[in-house]
Protein backbone atom coordinates (compact mmCIF):
# COMPACT_ATOMS: atom_id res chain seq x y z
CA UNK A 1 0.00 0.00 0.00
CA UNK A 2 2.89 2.74 0.59
CA UNK A 3 4.11 1.97 -2.68
CA UNK A 4 1.15 2.68 -4.47
CA UNK A 5 0.53 5.92 -2.71
CA UNK A 6 3.71 6.45 -3.06
CA UNK A 7 4.05 6.06 -7.26
CA UNK A 8 0.28 7.68 -6.99
CA UNK A 9 1.69 10.68 -5.11
CA UNK A 10 4.52 11.12 -7.96
CA UNK A 11 2.20 10.97 -10.33
CA UNK A 12 -0.14 13.16 -8.88
CA UNK A 13 2.76 15.68 -8.86
CA UNK A 14 3.71 14.94 -12.23
CA UNK A 15 -0.13 15.65 -13.31
CA UNK A 16 0.10 18.94 -12.02
CA UNK A 17 2.79 20.16 -13.12
CA UNK A 18 1.49 19.10 -16.87
CA UNK A 19 -1.50 21.16 -15.69
CA UNK A 20 -0.08 23.87 -14.63
CA UNK A 21 2.27 24.20 -17.78
CA UNK A 22 -0.62 23.97 -20.20
CA UNK A 23 -2.87 26.28 -17.93
CA UNK A 24 -0.13 29.26 -17.81
CA UNK A 25 0.29 28.80 -21.33
CA UNK A 26 -2.92 29.08 -22.20
CA UNK A 27 -3.90 31.95 -20.52
CA UNK A 28 -0.45 34.29 -20.72
CA UNK A 29 0.67 33.26 -24.08
CA UNK A 30 -2.71 34.05 -25.28
CA UNK A 31 -3.02 37.66 -27.48
CA UNK A 32 -3.30 39.97 -25.11
CA UNK A 33 -1.72 42.38 -22.75
CA UNK A 34 -2.19 40.57 -18.74
CA UNK A 35 -1.24 44.41 -17.79
CA UNK A 36 -3.82 46.36 -19.70
CA UNK A 37 -6.55 44.20 -18.56
CA UNK A 38 -5.19 44.30 -14.92
CA UNK A 39 -5.09 48.38 -14.89
CA UNK A 40 -8.57 48.76 -16.93
CA UNK A 41 -9.14 50.04 -19.98
CA UNK A 42 -9.00 53.55 -19.15
CA UNK A 43 -5.08 53.22 -17.73
CA UNK A 44 -2.16 55.56 -19.31
CA UNK A 45 0.42 53.51 -21.01
CA UNK A 46 2.63 54.64 -17.81
CA UNK A 47 -0.01 53.36 -15.45
CA UNK A 48 -0.04 50.05 -17.29
CA UNK A 49 4.02 50.37 -17.13
CA UNK A 50 4.05 50.62 -13.46
CA UNK A 51 1.17 47.53 -13.54
CA UNK A 52 3.27 45.61 -15.45
CA UNK A 53 6.71 45.82 -13.38
CA UNK A 54 4.81 45.65 -9.66
CA UNK A 55 3.13 42.27 -11.08
CA UNK A 56 6.51 40.83 -12.90
CA UNK A 57 4.98 40.98 -16.26
CA UNK A 58 7.71 42.84 -17.49
CA UNK A 59 10.12 39.38 -17.85
CA UNK A 60 10.02 36.56 -20.02
CA UNK A 61 7.16 34.50 -20.25
CA UNK A 62 9.16 31.03 -18.89
CA UNK A 63 10.56 33.29 -16.74
CA UNK A 64 7.13 34.44 -14.95
CA UNK A 65 6.23 30.38 -15.14
CA UNK A 66 9.18 29.83 -12.96
CA UNK A 67 8.29 32.63 -10.33
CA UNK A 68 4.69 30.58 -10.37
CA UNK A 69 6.31 27.61 -9.62
CA UNK A 70 8.75 29.45 -6.75
CA UNK A 71 5.32 30.94 -5.38
CA UNK A 72 3.60 27.38 -5.36
CA UNK A 73 6.32 26.01 -3.60
CA UNK A 74 8.48 28.72 -1.52
CA UNK A 75 6.06 31.49 -1.43
CA UNK A 76 6.33 34.49 -3.18
CA UNK A 77 7.05 38.46 -2.79
CA UNK A 78 5.09 41.25 -5.08
CA UNK A 79 5.47 44.99 -5.40
CA UNK A 80 3.23 46.82 -3.32
CA UNK A 81 3.33 50.40 -4.35
CA UNK A 82 5.85 51.45 -1.44
CA UNK A 83 6.26 48.08 0.22
CA UNK A 84 6.62 44.25 -0.39
CA UNK A 85 3.63 42.22 -0.05
CA UNK A 86 4.54 38.59 1.01
CA UNK A 87 2.71 35.45 -0.64
CA UNK A 88 3.16 32.49 1.70
CA UNK A 89 3.54 29.13 0.52
CA UNK A 90 1.29 27.40 -1.76
CA UNK A 91 1.01 31.05 -3.42
CA UNK A 92 -1.24 31.03 -6.73
CA UNK A 93 -0.51 34.52 -6.98
CA UNK A 94 -2.72 37.93 -6.52
CA UNK A 95 -5.60 38.56 -7.89
CA UNK A 96 -5.72 42.05 -10.58
CA UNK A 97 -8.96 43.02 -9.74
CA UNK A 98 -8.96 42.96 -5.47
CA UNK A 99 -5.45 43.11 -5.03
CA UNK A 100 -6.15 39.85 -2.94
CA UNK A 101 -4.23 36.67 -2.82
CA UNK A 102 -5.69 34.11 -5.12
CA UNK A 103 -5.21 31.68 -2.19
CA UNK A 104 -6.59 33.24 0.48
CA UNK A 105 -9.96 33.76 -2.06
CA UNK A 106 -10.38 30.15 -2.49
CA UNK A 107 -9.62 29.15 1.19
CA UNK A 108 -11.90 31.41 1.81
CA UNK A 109 -14.73 29.89 -0.50
CA UNK A 110 -13.59 26.05 -0.74
CA UNK A 111 -15.69 25.27 2.56
CA UNK A 112 -18.88 26.50 0.80
CA UNK A 113 -18.18 24.29 -2.35
CA UNK A 114 -17.02 21.25 -0.19
CA UNK A 115 -20.11 21.32 2.19
CA UNK A 116 -22.30 21.45 -1.26
CA UNK A 117 -20.01 18.69 -3.58
CA UNK A 118 -19.75 16.20 -0.38
CA UNK A 119 -23.31 16.45 1.00
CA UNK A 120 -25.03 15.93 -2.28
CA UNK A 121 -22.75 13.09 -3.60
CA UNK A 122 -23.95 11.16 0.11
CA UNK A 123 -27.39 12.12 -1.45
CA UNK A 124 -26.76 11.41 -4.32
CA UNK A 125 -24.91 7.83 -4.00
CA UNK A 126 -27.45 6.73 -1.78
CA UNK A 127 -30.79 7.49 -4.12
CA UNK A 128 -29.09 6.46 -7.04
CA UNK A 129 -27.67 3.39 -6.32
CA UNK A 130 -30.40 2.24 -4.62
CA UNK A 131 -33.05 3.06 -7.17
CA UNK A 132 -30.41 1.64 -9.84
CA UNK A 133 -30.42 -1.98 -7.40
CA UNK A 134 -33.89 -2.01 -7.42
CA UNK A 135 -34.43 -1.39 -10.79
CA UNK A 136 -32.18 -4.28 -11.56
CA UNK A 137 -33.82 -6.97 -9.38
CA UNK A 138 -37.14 -6.25 -10.52
CA UNK A 139 -36.53 -6.14 -14.16
CA UNK A 140 -39.61 -6.13 -16.52
CA UNK A 141 -42.05 -5.43 -14.19
CA UNK A 142 -43.88 -1.96 -13.32
CA UNK A 143 -41.90 -0.79 -10.61
CA UNK A 144 -38.51 -0.99 -12.50
CA UNK A 145 -40.49 0.71 -15.44
CA UNK A 146 -41.45 3.45 -13.03
CA UNK A 147 -37.92 3.85 -11.81
CA UNK A 148 -36.63 3.88 -15.20
CA UNK A 149 -38.93 6.45 -16.30
CA UNK A 150 -38.22 8.50 -13.16
CA UNK A 151 -34.48 8.30 -14.04
CA UNK A 152 -34.83 9.56 -18.03
CA UNK A 153 -36.29 12.69 -16.76
CA UNK A 154 -34.56 13.91 -13.95
CA UNK A 155 -31.17 13.36 -16.27
CA UNK A 156 -33.15 15.30 -18.63
CA UNK A 157 -34.38 18.42 -16.42
CA UNK A 158 -31.74 21.34 -15.78
CA UNK A 159 -30.09 21.80 -12.43
CA UNK A 160 -31.81 25.43 -12.28
CA UNK A 161 -35.19 24.22 -13.10
CA UNK A 162 -35.61 21.62 -10.29
CA UNK A 163 -33.60 24.50 -7.65
CA UNK A 164 -36.18 27.36 -9.25
CA UNK A 165 -38.99 24.54 -8.72
CA UNK A 166 -38.14 23.49 -4.39
CA UNK A 167 -37.24 27.07 -3.80
CA UNK A 168 -40.75 28.64 -5.21
CA UNK A 169 -43.31 25.28 -4.24
CA UNK A 170 -41.05 24.92 -0.56
CA UNK A 171 -39.57 28.29 0.64
CA UNK A 172 -41.68 30.72 -1.01
CA UNK A 173 -45.49 28.83 -1.13
CA UNK A 174 -45.71 26.04 1.36
CA UNK A 175 -42.79 27.88 3.60
CA UNK A 176 -41.70 24.61 4.84
CA UNK A 177 -37.80 25.47 4.18
CA UNK A 178 -36.14 28.68 5.23
CA UNK A 179 -34.70 30.36 2.09
CA UNK A 180 -31.03 28.38 1.69
CA UNK A 181 -28.27 30.33 3.03
CA UNK A 182 -24.79 29.15 4.17
CA UNK A 183 -23.53 28.89 7.61
CA UNK A 184 -20.67 27.71 8.57
CA UNK A 185 -20.50 23.90 10.31
CA UNK A 186 -18.71 24.62 12.87
CA UNK A 187 -20.87 27.88 13.54
CA UNK A 188 -24.31 25.83 13.98
CA UNK A 189 -24.65 22.94 12.35
CA UNK A 190 -27.90 22.91 12.51
CA UNK A 191 -28.43 26.11 10.24
CA UNK A 192 -25.54 24.68 8.12
CA UNK A 193 -27.85 21.83 7.45
CA UNK A 194 -30.72 23.73 6.57
CA UNK A 195 -29.09 25.52 4.77
CA UNK A 196 -27.81 23.59 2.17
CA UNK A 197 -30.95 21.10 2.15
CA UNK A 198 -32.17 22.45 -0.99
CA UNK A 199 -28.99 22.46 -2.43
CA UNK A 200 -28.17 19.27 -1.91
CA UNK A 201 -31.65 17.67 -3.01
CA UNK A 202 -31.00 20.11 -6.82
CA UNK A 203 -27.93 18.68 -7.39
CA UNK A 204 -28.35 14.87 -6.21
CA UNK A 205 -31.65 14.64 -7.82
CA UNK A 206 -29.90 15.44 -11.42
CA UNK A 207 -26.88 12.77 -10.41
CA UNK A 208 -28.79 10.26 -8.95
CA UNK A 209 -30.51 9.71 -12.52
CA UNK A 210 -27.40 9.11 -14.32
CA UNK A 211 -25.71 6.41 -11.10
CA UNK A 212 -29.34 5.01 -11.05
CA UNK A 213 -29.01 3.77 -14.67
CA UNK A 214 -25.05 3.01 -14.64
CA UNK A 215 -26.30 1.12 -11.51
CA UNK A 216 -28.64 -1.01 -13.07
CA UNK A 217 -26.78 -1.51 -16.09
CA UNK A 218 -23.68 -3.27 -14.23
CA UNK A 219 -26.00 -4.89 -12.09
CA UNK A 220 -27.57 -6.96 -14.68
CA UNK A 221 -23.88 -7.63 -16.55
CA UNK A 222 -22.66 -8.73 -13.36
CA UNK A 223 -26.14 -10.79 -12.48
CA UNK A 224 -25.70 -12.62 -15.78
CA UNK A 225 -21.56 -13.57 -15.23
CA UNK A 226 -20.49 -17.03 -15.27
CA UNK A 227 -19.41 -17.14 -11.38
CA UNK A 228 -22.97 -15.43 -10.43
CA UNK A 229 -24.91 -18.65 -12.70
CA UNK A 230 -22.41 -20.71 -10.56
CA UNK A 231 -22.98 -19.54 -7.41
CA UNK A 232 -26.80 -19.72 -7.90
CA UNK A 233 -26.77 -23.17 -9.35
CA UNK A 234 -24.81 -24.43 -6.10
CA UNK A 235 -28.09 -23.74 -4.20
CA UNK A 236 -26.75 -20.12 -2.59
CA UNK A 237 -29.38 -17.62 -1.61
CA UNK A 238 -30.85 -14.45 -3.72
CA UNK A 239 -30.13 -12.09 -0.60
CA UNK A 240 -26.39 -13.40 -0.73
CA UNK A 241 -25.47 -13.41 -4.12
CA UNK A 242 -26.56 -9.64 -4.53
CA UNK A 243 -24.80 -7.97 -1.30
CA UNK A 244 -21.99 -10.71 -0.91
CA UNK A 245 -21.22 -11.08 -4.81
CA UNK A 246 -23.05 -9.35 -7.70
CA UNK A 247 -23.39 -5.60 -5.56
CA UNK A 248 -19.04 -5.32 -5.11
CA UNK A 249 -18.65 -5.84 -9.14
CA UNK A 250 -21.32 -3.95 -9.84
CA UNK A 251 -19.88 -0.80 -7.82
CA UNK A 252 -16.48 -0.52 -9.96
CA UNK A 253 -17.82 1.72 -12.76
CA UNK A 254 -19.83 3.62 -9.95
CA UNK A 255 -16.95 4.45 -8.22
CA UNK A 256 -15.22 5.80 -10.97
CA UNK A 257 -17.58 7.78 -12.02
CA UNK A 258 -17.84 9.52 -8.74
CA UNK A 259 -14.11 10.44 -8.19
CA UNK A 260 -14.40 11.87 -11.55
CA UNK A 261 -18.11 14.13 -10.53
CA UNK A 262 -16.96 14.92 -7.40
CA UNK A 263 -13.22 15.78 -8.14
CA UNK A 264 -15.01 18.57 -10.90
CA UNK A 265 -17.81 19.46 -9.05
CA UNK A 266 -15.29 21.99 -6.81
CA UNK A 267 -14.96 24.13 -10.22
CA UNK A 268 -18.29 23.18 -11.94
CA UNK A 269 -20.88 24.02 -9.23
CA UNK A 270 -21.70 27.24 -11.04
CA UNK A 271 -25.43 27.10 -12.05
CA UNK A 272 -26.45 25.51 -7.96
CA UNK A 273 -24.25 28.26 -6.16
CA UNK A 274 -25.84 30.92 -8.22
CA UNK A 275 -28.84 30.12 -8.00
CA UNK A 276 -29.04 29.40 -4.40
CA UNK A 277 -26.51 32.37 -3.45
CA UNK A 278 -23.44 30.21 -2.26
CA UNK A 279 -20.01 31.82 -2.26
CA UNK A 280 -18.07 28.97 -3.22
CA UNK A 281 -15.59 28.55 -5.66
CA UNK A 282 -17.60 28.04 -8.87
CA UNK A 283 -19.28 31.37 -8.21
CA UNK A 284 -15.80 33.00 -8.06
CA UNK A 285 -14.68 31.35 -11.19
CA UNK A 286 -17.74 32.94 -13.34
CA UNK A 287 -17.07 36.26 -11.53
CA UNK A 288 -13.23 35.87 -11.96
CA UNK A 289 -14.03 34.72 -15.60
CA UNK A 290 -15.44 37.88 -16.17
CA UNK A 291 -13.37 40.27 -15.18
CA UNK A 292 -10.40 38.37 -16.96
CA UNK A 293 -8.90 38.24 -13.40
CA UNK A 294 -5.78 35.51 -14.74
CA UNK A 295 -4.44 34.84 -11.65
CA UNK A 296 -7.75 33.76 -9.79
CA UNK A 297 -8.60 31.75 -12.48
CA UNK A 298 -5.56 29.65 -13.20
CA UNK A 299 -5.12 29.12 -9.42
CA UNK A 300 -9.12 27.54 -9.63
CA UNK A 301 -8.60 25.36 -12.63
CA UNK A 302 -5.60 24.02 -10.51
CA UNK A 303 -7.19 23.70 -7.68
CA UNK A 304 -9.96 21.78 -9.78
CA UNK A 305 -7.33 19.15 -11.31
CA UNK A 306 -5.89 18.85 -7.82
CA UNK A 307 -9.46 17.52 -6.50
CA UNK A 308 -10.40 15.28 -9.68
CA UNK A 309 -6.43 13.88 -9.75
CA UNK A 310 -6.88 13.41 -5.38
CA UNK A 311 -10.28 11.55 -5.94
CA UNK A 312 -9.38 9.17 -8.87
CA UNK A 313 -6.05 7.87 -6.45
CA UNK A 314 -9.21 7.30 -3.48
CA UNK A 315 -11.06 5.54 -6.14
CA UNK A 316 -8.09 3.63 -6.69
CA UNK A 317 -7.74 2.49 -3.69
CA UNK A 318 -11.65 1.61 -3.20
CA UNK A 319 -11.59 -0.37 -6.07
CA UNK A 320 -8.98 -3.06 -3.90
CA UNK A 321 -11.58 -2.91 -0.66
CA UNK A 322 -14.51 -3.21 -3.42
CA UNK A 323 -13.44 -6.18 -5.79
CA UNK A 324 -10.89 -8.41 -4.59
CA UNK A 325 -9.52 -9.10 -8.00
CA UNK A 326 -7.19 -6.03 -8.13
CA UNK A 327 -4.29 -5.81 -6.36
CA UNK A 328 -2.67 -2.17 -5.64
CA UNK A 329 1.31 -2.58 -6.43
Same mark, same amino acid.
Given at each position: ????????????????? !???????????? *???????????????? $????????????????????????????????? /?????????? *????????????????????????? $?????????????????????? $? &??????????????????????????????????????????????????????????????????????? /???????????????? !????????? $?????????????????????????? *??????????????????? &?????? &??????????????????????????????????????????????
Amino acid at each position: MTRFLLRKAVGMVGVLF !ALSLIVYAVFYI *APGDPAQLACGEKCSP $AQVLQVRERLGLDAPVHLQYAHFLQGVVAGRDF /SAGTGVLHCP *APCLGVSYRSGEQVTDMITARLPVT $ASLALGAMVLWLVLGVGAGLLS $A &LRRGRLSERLLTGLTLAGTSVPVFVIGLVLLIVLCAQLQWLPFPSYVPLTEDPQQWFWGLLLPWVSLALIE /SAKYARLTRSSMLETL !ADDHIRTFR $AYGVSERRLVTRHALRGALTPVIALT *AIDLGTLFGSAVLTESLFG &LPGLGK &LLVTSVGLIDLPTVVGLTLVTGFSVVLANVIADVLYAVTDRRVVLT
